[in-house]
């Protein structure tokens, strides 16, 4: 499922967003009614806990703690270390090259599906798996493929219902610093990770605000929506075409989809994961452009054939 940190502050529509709770509300239908008894979601940072200092392609949780942006919620998530770190090696022994964290800082793109799924993001043990998607330089797309394939692997030998979560895309290009334009104090934060103060936090939040209001009056520079490159990602990831991805290029994905259209790397992630335990089959099917939001909105269910 997407996530944004417009959720959760003034400015969308009523109307918008009630049809994406619409869609929400069935996806916490089907969660209810699976009952998952472990969680693993791949989720990306927007720089509240992983930054240039060191940027790992990819990172394990042993140990997480939700930073509280945008009206999410603050605290320790439910992590099972010694299930966080077995996940760790199974994917080292696979080939993939990951990090792993006992003390890792998670934003909203982590935290707020747990909540909107279960209405508490400690309501289930979770181990939270960090793909970058939006510090270049960035991998290619088959080493995500791979490395939920070697996570899904590993979940194949518990004797536990696993929920897996993608969080994150589709096509959407929102103000977010880079390392070649950031000024010096946003540098700073982006490279040391030096915390937001409270004051910095409320001004990053109106400037968001303010950004998507002008991006939806169509007063905006911002790279605009590619719905149909979004339902093109979708109608793949629907077939079970995994592979296809492989040849998309980071340069076709950013081009296409803007600089954050990374994101997908999520999703990439959780289906192949779940492919591991054979075809799948998506029920919820659910797409909005919604550039109150400067996204493409979508979430999908599935369940194995």
Known sequence: MSHSPLLNLPGPSRDLLDDIEGAIAQARDFVHDYNPKLVVIFSPDHYNGFFYKAMPPFCIGLNANGVGDYGTQAGPLDVPTDLGLQCAEAVLDAGIDVAVSASMD??????QPLEKLFGDA???PVIP???NAVAVPLGPLDRCR?????VGTYLATLDKRVLVIGSGG??????V???ATAPDAVLERIVQGRPMTPEQRQARQVAVVEAAQAFAGGESDLQPLNPAWDHRFLEIIDAGRLDEFDLWSNAFVRYEGGTSAHEVRTWIAAFAALETA????TALRYYKP???LISGFAIRTAMPA
């Open 106 to 111: 998670v934003d909203h793109g982590t935290v």
């Open 122 to 124: 400690t309501a289930r």
């Open 129 to 131: 798996v960090f793909i």
């Open 146 to 150: 791979a490395l939920g394939a070697a």
């Open 170 to 175: 589709l096509s959407h290009s929102p103000p």
């Open 177 to 179: 610093p880079t390392l």
């Open 278 to 281: 054979g075809e799948y089959e």
């Open 290 to 292: 919604a550039e109150e």
